[in-house]
């Protein structure tokens, strides 16, 4: 149990545009979703969290406007770069968490922005 | 289904010991390794990594196996210490690290 389905493993694009990224709970509802980002050799980085039909919670220094959460439902949680630059170019990681779960994370996406 | 799976969702060690934690997986596939620890309400730090050429990685306390026929890693913390109480996870990926997977981690108490 407890698997989840995170796509785009990778995308490429051009800077500008703006790039979805889909993380889904395959056989369990996530009541919370937590995505992180990574740059190269640091650790994971907690942009924000939300919880299913609310607003998400930033992390200091993440702009809510450039990173949309949409956590719509139980099983589906996205993850909107807006107007994406160079600087954007990271891992990002989603984490579905239901109560008294273990801890869960998608499989990852690389985002490039040239 | 799981590719990385932590068997073992808690474990108590008294400080001063060996904590021993363990980590299975499935793709054959995988040739990088890494261990995360997770305090309650921080998201996950690395640890230590290990790539498939090696059997073995080191770094202070933390010490990293991998069995490679048996698919297994583990990490080794020695000696234990209250504060390295956290939950640990194991990830792999396969060449490129476009893509990890992650255990479900292990609930790791060092009691005093």
Redesign the interface.
Known sequence: GAVVSQHPSRVICKSGTSVKIECRSLDFQATTMFWYRQFPKQSLMLMATSNEGSKATYEQGVEKDKFLINHASLTLSTLTVTSAHPEDSSFYICSPRKDNYGYTFGSGTRLTVV | ??QVKQNS?SLSVQEGRISILNCDYTNSMFDYFLW?K?YPA?????LISISSIKDKNEDGRFTVFLNKSAKHLSLHIVPSQPGDSA?Y?C?ASASGG?????G??TSLTVIP
């Open positions: 289904d799981q969702p995360y997770k921080e998201g996950p730090t690395f939950v996870f990830a476009n893509q990890f997977y992650f479900t981690g």
